[in-house]
């Protein structure tokens, strides 16, 4: 990568500096997968679903649109339709945005509850707390310690991070990722409520909640995230995935945790 790691002691210093700098309202932005723990807990609670055969035919109608859009056959129930989808996506044959986005929606005919606690059994089978990143934890107690706000910004559905997020105890200001609408029920429905959480869409959301805060420092693991990296202070790549170290390389501001 041509760069030395930091020290979580070494990179807060660094935050102390910027948190003067930019004053109060400045915020943290953080991923999730990858970033805060280890694996994709996004994918593991969509995989779930596709094993138990727990999607509904609420969704069907959509994933099969989605399927003909893609070039995927769209005969049989809402769990072929969306398991020959994620065969696809790892084939490079379906886009990723729409991909993540399709994993948040297809729990339609769902409640808001159901998909809790769907997801906290998957948080469960994941093994989640055990794949915490410890240098993330510092940083993070950190933050509420100096009341820094921190947003979560996550391309995996909305339900699985802030289940996790309640599971780890972490304090946070908000949680963006993808949202499904719900109707006056509480019952979600086959399409996002904003946009897509994902790679330059993660900056756009940010900036719709943050409205002109700006961002101390941001952290991410993969490619999808340079874009609220680079316009962050102190752009922070953690344990940085191959598509992230290459991107980085230009930009000398930025640190490394973990993964040296």
């Given at each position: 990568?041509?760069?030395?790691?930091?020290?979580?002691?070494?990179?807060?210093?660094?935050?102390?500096?910027?948190?003067?700098?930019?004053?109060?309202?400045?915020?943290?932005?953080t991923?999730?997968?990858?970033?805060?723990?280890?694996?994709?807990?996004?994918?593991?609670?969509?995989?779930?679903?596709?094993?138990?055969?727990?999607?509904?035919?609420?969704?069907?109608?959509?994933?099969?649109?989605?399927a003909?859009?893609?070039?995927?056959?769209?005969?049989?129930d809402?769990?072929?339709i969306?398991?020959?989808?994620?065969?696809?996506?790892?084939?490079?044959?379906?886009?990723?945005?729409?991909?993540?986005?399709?994993?948040?929606?297809?729990?339609?005919?769902?409640?808001?509850?159901?998909?809790?606690?769907?997801?906290?059994?998957a948080?469960?089978?994941?093994?989640?707390?055990?794949?915490?990143?410890v240098?993330?934890?510092?940083?993070?107690?950190?933050?509420?310690?100096?009341?820094?706000?921190?947003?979560?910004?996550?391309?995996?559905?909305?339900?699985?991070?802030?289940?996790?997020?309640?599971?780890?105890?972490?304090?946070?200001?908000?949680?963006?990722?993808?949202?499904?609408?719900?109707d006056?029920?509480?019952?979600?429905?086959?399409?996002?409520?904003?946009?897509?959480?994902?790679?330059?869409?993660?900056?756009?959301?940010?900036?719709?909640?943050?409205?002109?805060?700006?961002?101390?420092?941001?952290?991410?693991?993969?490619?999808?995230?340079?874009?609220?990296?680079?316009?962050?202070?102190?752009?922070?790549?953690?344990?940085?995935?191959?598509?992230l170290?290459?991107?980085?390389?230009?930009?000398?501001?930025?640190?490394?945790?973990?993964?040296?």
């Amino acid at each position: 990568m041509g760069r030395d790691a930091v020290t979580t002691d070494e990179l807060i210093l660094r935050l102390e500096a910027e948190r003067v700098r930019l004053g109060e309202h400045a915020v943290i932005a953080t991923d999730c997968d990858g970033t805060l723990w280890s694996g994709d807990a996004g994918e593991a609670m969509f995989e779930l679903a596709l094993a138990e055969r727990a999607l509904r035919d609420e969704a069907r109608s959509a994933l099969a649109t989605e399927a003909r859009a893609s070039g995927v056959p769209s005969d049989g129930d809402a769990n072929a339709i969306a398991a020959r989808l994620v065969d696809a996506l790892r084939a490079g044959r379906y886009d990723e945005g729409r991909a993540f986005a399709m994993m948040a929606w297809a729990f339609a005919g769902f409640s808001g509850g159901e998909l809790g606690r769907f997801a906290a059994g998957a948080l469960e089978a994941f093994e989640l707390v055990r794949r915490r990143r410890v240098e993330m934890e510092h940083v993070l107690c950190w933050a509420k310690e100096r009341g820094v706000a921190v947003y979560l910004v996550s391309a995996s559905p909305h339900a699985i991070i802030a289940e996790a997020a309640d599971m780890l105890g972490l304090e946070v200001e908000g949680v963006l990722a993808m949202r499904p609408v719900e109707d006056r029920a509480g019952v979600i429905g086959a399409t996002l409520a904003s946009a897509p959480t994902y790679a330059e869409g993660k900056v756009a959301r940010l900036a719709e909640v943050l409205e002109g805060r700006p961002v101390l420092a941001a952290f991410g693991d993969s490619g999808w995230d340079y874009a609220m990296l680079e316009r962050a202070a102190v752009p922070v790549a953690v344990y940085p995935a191959p598509s992230l170290a290459l991107r980085i390389e230009g930009l000398e501001r930025v640190c490394i945790l973990g993964g040296a």
